[in-house]
């Protein structure tokens, strides 16, 4: 590993240096040997790896540390937060000279974990590995790791568990939250903490003008992307709280989440998001709120004089937020359905297809495959309206007319997975590690490292079966 420890040289107030506390009778669960190859890890690193994911073996040139931040949490204020239960235990450069961070999830309790045990338990371990590696794979920008071991530790939860812990990388752990957390506790370190986030980050912002401004943009830009991103997969994140988002738009702090079977825009997959404030269909406009929330902690970087100028230009920065979400999104969308982004009719026409889904319960993911490969009657003999899907195909195909079919089909298959993450998929994989038997664990990280492809080697029918219309879906319970 080639080391490049930068947050340490943060004001030490931002950090808690302390070493993991490795769990009794720590045991391999499942290794991304690819990964850790793009992370430039050597034959040495690889064969310790299960020690390095445990918390057993950690490095010289990097002291562990668990980070400090707060929050706000289902829009309320929730004060001082942090690093609960993991810790930084390195900075590396990846195989383009990217730094990474290491961070070890449910390595023991910190300054940060209230009233936590500082532990993460198998099973959120196992839903946390396998969705970030099949975002990955999506291509939309997320935390992804390296391994995840078990245990033969018991943590209470509703029942009691077993302990796990995992190895997350991610290109950034600094949240929206962090900005918060000095402003309310140090605000004297905000000046230096925003001029290395824009050196680490983006760096080419240090050109512009009005560096703040820019590096205000780019980070608005960037969670537009990767929301529009969430949504064109069907991903809804359970928890898009202040702490959970990060300045560099890439997806972090799983906790409960879902990949969207049947097509509900108001489908919460967080069993204790009780007033649905991160349902699917909400996902953009939080973001948004969040957004808004992080821009006022920018502003005591104005001088007084400047405040206001300084507040409307901020203010300026987050109107790119629609543009930008809309841009994607609307792109996205076009591809999955094999029709020209540049049409004046191509965006409406997606919405007639998502109509379609939501009044039929249709599956999300499944319903673009089946437009892929052109199975029109099928579709329609599957709707109990079918006027809406004839009215929605005449419209289809008139846009479609007289245009270059063959590159629309082909941006289809390289826009619609065949592969998701299914509830119901993870939740079998989890049942058998925690018997000890990770061949599912294998089965699915291999078939979500390429969602696009069809493997019938390796797929088993219910992989890409929609949930049976008399099965409600699933809401996932916080406790991890
Ligand atoms: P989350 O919503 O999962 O991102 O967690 C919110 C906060 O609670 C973070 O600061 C976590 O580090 C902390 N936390 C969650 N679970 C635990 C735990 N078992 N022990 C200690 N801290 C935790
Ligand atoms: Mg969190």
């Not at 943009?217 to 969430?230: D, F, L, R, Y």
């Not at 792109?331 to 939501?358: E, N, T």
Request: charged share 20%.
């Amino acid at each position: 590993m080639q080391f490049n420890a930068r947050y340490p040289s943060l004001n030490p107030k931002l950090y808690h240096e302390q070493m993991p506390v490795p769990l009794k009778g720590a045991k391999a669960g499942h290794f991304n040997e690819a990964l850790a190859d793009e992370l430039q890890w050597s034959a040495e690193d690889k064969a310790s790896w299960v020690e390095i994911c445990s918390g057993q073996k950690t490095f010289p040139e990097f002291h562990p540390l668990a980070m400090v931040y707060a929050g706000h949490q289902f829009g309320q204020w929730a004060g001082q937060l942090g690093d609960g239960r993991g810790l930084l235990i390195a900075q590396i450069l990846d195989q383009n000279g990217q730094t990474i961070d290491l961070h070890l999830k449910g390595a023991g309790s910190t300054p940060y974990s209230r009233m936590g045990d500082g532990r993460a338990v198998l099973h959120s371990v196992i839903r946390e590995y396998l969705a970030g590696h099949a975002l990955n794979a999506l291509d939309v920008p997320s935390s992804n790791s390296v391994g995840f071991t078990t245990s033969e530790q018991g943590v209470q939860r509703e029942k009691l568990e077993l302990g796990a812990m995992m190895l997350r990388t991610s290109d950034c752990h600094i949240r929206l939250g962090h900005f918060e957390w000095i402003n309310q506790y140090q605000p004297s370190l905000l000046q230096e903490f925003t001029q290395k986030c824009i050196e680490w980050h983006y760096p080419e912002c240090l050109e512009a003008e009005q560096p703040i401004l820019a590096f205000a943009t780019k980070v608005i830009q960037k969670t537009a992307v990767m929301i529009a991103k969430w949504q064109l997969v069907g991903f809804a994140h359970g928890v898009m709280n202040t702490d959970n988002l990060n300045i560099t738009g890439s997806t972090l702090d799983f906790g409960p989440y879902g990949f969207m079977e049947r097509f509900r825009p108001n489908w919460i997959n967080n069993h204790s998001d009780y007033n649905g404030r991160y349902t699917y269909q909400n996902q953009p406009s939080m973001a948004h709120w969040n957004l808004w929330n992080w821009l006022n902690n920018l502003i005591p970087l104005a001088k007084p004089e400047e405040k206001e100028k300084f507040k409307q230009d901020l203010a300026q920065c987050l109107e790119h937020f629609e543009p930008t979400f809309l841009e994607h999104y609307t792109h996205g969308l076009c591809a999955k359905l094999g029709l020209p982004s540049f049409h004046k009719d191509s965006f409406d026409c997606g919405m007639a297809f998502l109509r379609i889904l939501q009044t039929e319960q249709l599956d999300y993911t499944s319903s673009f495959l089946r437009l892929q490969n052109k199975e029109y009657e099928a579709m329609k003999d599957d709707c109990l309206d079918r006027r809406q899907f004839e009215a929605f195909l005449t419209q289809y195909e008139m846009i479609r007319e007289n245009q270059d079919i063959g590159t629309l089909d082909a941006t289809m298959f390289e826009a619609n997975p065949i592969y998701i993450l299914r509830n119901h998929m993870a939740q079998k994989a989890i049942e058998l590690a925690e018997r000890n038997d990770f061949s599912e664990v294998e089965r699915l990280f291999s078939l979500l490292s390429q969602p696009f492809t069809r493997q019938t080697d390796l797929e088993k029918p219910e992989d890409l079966a929609p949930l049976p219309s008399d099965v409600p879906e699933v809401m996932v319970s916080c406790s991890s």
